[in-house]
DNA sequence: CGGGGGTTTGAGTCCGTTCAAAATACGTGG
DNA sequence: CCACGTATTTTGAACGGACTCAAACCCCCG
């Protein structure tokens, strides 16, 4: 493991956000925390573990984006999910006592925090509550709810690219003045694929098909939806292929 | 909410099973686990609960098979996953705090308890231990980790039921003197094509092909495999489609 | 200005679906 | 125990969406 480059960023920032595990904690059990974590910068492209890698503890990211991604054993490569600032990860392994099966990788910068599973323990041993949190967290895991979403074979392409632009919605969407909404994908077309099980050409062919529709104005790595309930409907009322 | 037929079983069971979340509890906790529990026997083709229901506590299924399955806005159905005996299920909604997100039904002649809200949280609350059993059966969650090899878009029908059937392996298999391996299936051909996300016709097609290859001799719902280390070779090494 | 990765487009093929019908199991009542 | 109606499974033929392979195109960056 190469030594990761250091900074001391503040945990406040990770500790207002009241989605957050930790804001439970009380002043001495903060003070514990922020003696422990392992804060660290990673740049795009970096890794923060990876599949098979057994786990160390926890992932606190405090600012940039990540993806999960998981490979089989003929390299087919799927994108599990889009990990947003704020967000914890690892826990499912970490909890399991079993290897990651994901790998994480940043898509920009990112402010990340390492909290040891030894201290994780500590915490938890002490703290009903922040265990009572991890529960929720585990529980509200989005990947099993948005994975037939975005991969049933039940479902076209076409319809799992628009269940893919609701989910990415909260995160990655502003609304316009007119009215409109902006996407400003974090990932690129690859990444789509990997996303809603299929290829690049597919996902160029789809996305032209919707913006000659006009249903979503794919430009780059941005996104104009005029119509967001037209995406909705499409998304929802769909005929299965 | 029609009234459920009762039937007073024992608890031993469920308790001595190592898995069982309830096996950390002490003398006094496992009291009143079984003062506040209740039995119930459910016929083949009942439903625990419903998508879409609230949830009311958790399901301790003593005997009997069961099926998680999911339908999406159109009908689709999706087999989530079959529940074998002493595993405790609803867990993900009871703990996420949200509606069931799929519908359990028995296969067969189930015993199941009913252990409600009330007495899961004060449990929880007193006595760490359980709640990071939860954790580790949280985190464990065959759902997410098998969904990919069942339904992902990546891979034919083929390996997807072959995938099935090693899923399938712990629970519905027993060994044979010469060393093949009979599969007891729990499920009907349709459940099949739910689980790995197909039409009926095409598994029963497909079901044919690996008889004819003698990878998988299906017949009713037992199926012989005189060779699982073929299963598993063609499961993980077969090319994408 | 010239690589080079990512994206787009095109043509042909294949897997899985759809629709329809036959065949086989299953339960119920006579 | 057998006959009958129903549900499930199997089979067939035709269609269609997504894949493969391959080449052209573009944008970014040095």
Redo the contacts with the bound molecule.
Sequence with gaps: MEKRESLRFDCQACWSRSESEWSVLDDSERAYLDRTRRPSLYRPGESIFRQDDNPTGLYCIQSGHMVLKQFDSFDNETVLRVVLPGETIGYRSFFSETPHAATATALTLCRICLIPAAAIHHLIGGNVVLASRFLKTLARDRGPTEAPLLRS?HL???VRILNLLLILRDGCATDLPDGSIRFQLPI???DIAAMV????????????ELREDGVAV?H?QQVDVPDIDRVLELAHMSM??
Excluded: D, L
């Excluded at 099980?197 to 032209?208: A, K």
């Design positions: 074979p076209s392409v076409r690129k077309r690859q099980g299929t290829r690049p050409e597919t996902v160029s062919r789809v996305v032209r794919f780059r299965p292929i």
